[in-house]
Nanobody, 127 residues
């Protein structure tokens, strides 16, 4: 079973940047499409970004497009989320997730498309 561990969260001022990392256990990382989701207090978990197995396809939510970049290093079993121009509304617990099978385009924005999740890392953006 794949285990995911996120890191890189913290407290940052509005306008600042952070890079989140998610390391996966196992030797078949390149078999998985990967996604980042977030959950703010009192809100439902929402899609942030996704990347296909070899990084050829990416998706972003409208709220982060142009500010966040998802990338992956299959040799290091790691997916990254580089966040810039952070806003207080980006404050949330950020989760990475993996999905097996083929890249499903827009369906990768759906939580039910994912087979496993990390424990999350807190990102707090102060105004």
């Amino acid at each position: 079973q794949v285990q995911l561990v996120e890191s890189g969260g913290g407290l940052v001022q509005a306008g600042g940047s952070l890079r989140l990392s998610c390391v996966a256990s196992g030797r078949t990382f390149s078999a998985y499409n990967m996604g980042w989701f977030r959950q703010a207090p009192g809100k439902e978990r929402e899609f942030v970004a996704a990347i296909s197995r070899f990084g050829l396809s990416t998706l972003y939510s409208d709220s982060v497009k142009g500010r966040f970049t998802i990338s992956r290093d299959n040799a290091e079993n790691t997916v990254y989320l580089h966040m810039t121009s952070l806003k207080p509304e980006d404050t949330a617990v950020y989760y990475c997730a993996f999905s097996t099978g083929i890249w499903m385009g827009d369906r990768q924005t759906h939580q039910r498309s994912y087979d496993g999740w990390g424990q999350g890392t807190q990102v707090t953006v102060s105004s």
